[in-house]
């Protein structure tokens, strides 16, 4: 008979979570063994549209956005910034309307259509957006540009894009530390004309 002492229990105990841990904490609709989702204590288990497609997630109910996308669903693209609400770089579209992903419940946007960075290219082809900030330098580190172009397409999308000082307005919320400001404002004024087209060839924006 092998005695068991409390050390092993502990360690035991520890893995065990780790591992529920593990599993949940990716998103990953493990089971009790009987077919139904595992809970943890407070998770609900709930579904987003994202970018197309239906994801299952189950997390609590205090859970932000940005947290769900980036450490639940390996969407990593949209970028935590202060994550309070003051530089933008979480920047997300809910049915084309622009929101801090950073001050949104996940569980409050189940019946939204939710667009990241991730969403904006067709395939191989950029959006103009994305190829207008390439092609104008518009960054830096990078850091905030998934914010800034999300912004940019709702901006030109409000009808906001109509001179640099307009832009700038519009744009204000979204803080670049590499002061790449510029090229942000260059690249929107050049994609907006190149997104009007496409809505008028009936190519879809986000
Ligand atoms: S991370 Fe959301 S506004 Fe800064
Ligand atoms: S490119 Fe570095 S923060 Fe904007």
């Known amino acids: 008979v092998t005695a068991v002492t409390r050390r092993d229990l502990l360690l035991a105990t520890a893995a065990g979570t780790a591992a529920v841990a593990l599993k949940t904490a990716h998103g990953q609709a493990a089971d009790n063994g009987a077919g139904e989702p595992l809970l943890l204590s407070g998770e609900v288990p709930i579904e987003l549209r994202i970018n197309g497609r239906a994801r299952a997630v189950i997390l609590e109910p205090r859970v932000s956005l940005l947290d769900a996308l980036r450490e639940r669903l390996d969407l990593t693209g949209t970028k935590k910034g ?54 104008h330098d518009a960054f830096q580190c990078g850091y905030c540009t998934s914010g800034q172009i999300m912004s940019a397409v709702a901006v030109v999308r409000e009808g906001h894009a ?26 929107i004024r050049d994609a907006a004309p190149r997104m009007m087209a496409q809505a008028r060839t009936g190519e879809t924006t986000p």
């Open 162 to 187: 109509d001179s640099d000082a307009e832009i700038r307005e519009w744009m204000s919320g979204n803080l670049c530390r590499c002061g790449a400001y510029n090229g942000i404002v260059a690249a």
């Open 82 to 135: 202060c994550n309070q609400g003051g530089c933008g770089a979480c920047t997300v579209l809910l049915d084309g309307r622009r929101v801090l992903s950073c001050l949104t419940l996940a569980v409050a946007v189940q019946d939204a259509e939710i667009t990241t960075i991730e969403g904006l290219a067709k395939g191989e082809s950029l959006h103009p957006m994305q190829e207008a900030f390439v092609e």
